[in-house]
């Protein structure tokens, strides 16, 4: 499996951090509008996907644990390794997010009105926290998206 090479500057981005990767190497993984990769970010391993930006670009999103990991700050050189990332992804819904979103009167339905990408976006974010209280929050904060589109 190839891997691909590139260094860019990190961008901020809404509420977001993360690098924009070359035209080409989206094509060479495929194109497709989200890309499962796995690699490594100035030397931290990390698996994500890679998600629209505009004009046929993708964004590598970095979370807080590689951007801190790293000492990166807006502007600052990352240094990134790709492949693409072939295993099976897991689309089942954890008991813990299960439980939330039944908790909430109509909560099914808005999470299925967030479409298969996002669901499958919010699930990895949750299932990516290290710690049982960053697991706990991020469930609730998914819980308040869902009755602020209620």
């Known amino acids: 499996m190839a891997a691909y090479r ?4 990190l961008h901020h981005v809404g509420l977001n951090y ?6 080409h190497i989206v094509e060479e993984l495929g194109g497709d509008l989200y890309i499962l990769v796995r690699g490594t970010a ?12 505009g004009d046929g670009l993708r964004m590598l999103y970095l979370d807080r644990g590689i951007r801190d990991a790293c000492e990166l700050e807006v502007g600052s050189p990352v240094e990134v390794e790709l492949v693409l990332d072939l295993r099976e992804e897991d689309h089942s819904v954890p008991p813990e997010v299960d439980a939330a979103i039944a908790s ?7 999470w ?6 996002r669901r499958d976006e919010i699930l990895g ?3 990516r926290a290290r710690r049982k ?10 819980r308040r998206e869902i009755r602020a589109r209620l």
């Open 18 to 23: 993360g690098v924009l990767v070359p035209r």
């Open 133 to 142: 209280a960053t697991r706990t929050r991020r469930i609730e904060q998914l």
């Open 6 to 9: 590139f260094t860019a500057e």
């Open 112 to 117: 299925e009105d967030f479409g298969a990408a």
């Open 125 to 127: 974010w949750i299932a």
């Open 42 to 53: 100035n030397g931290i391993e990390f698996q994500n996907r890679l998600v629209p930006a």
């Open 104 to 110: 909430i009167p109509a909560g099914w339905g808005v």
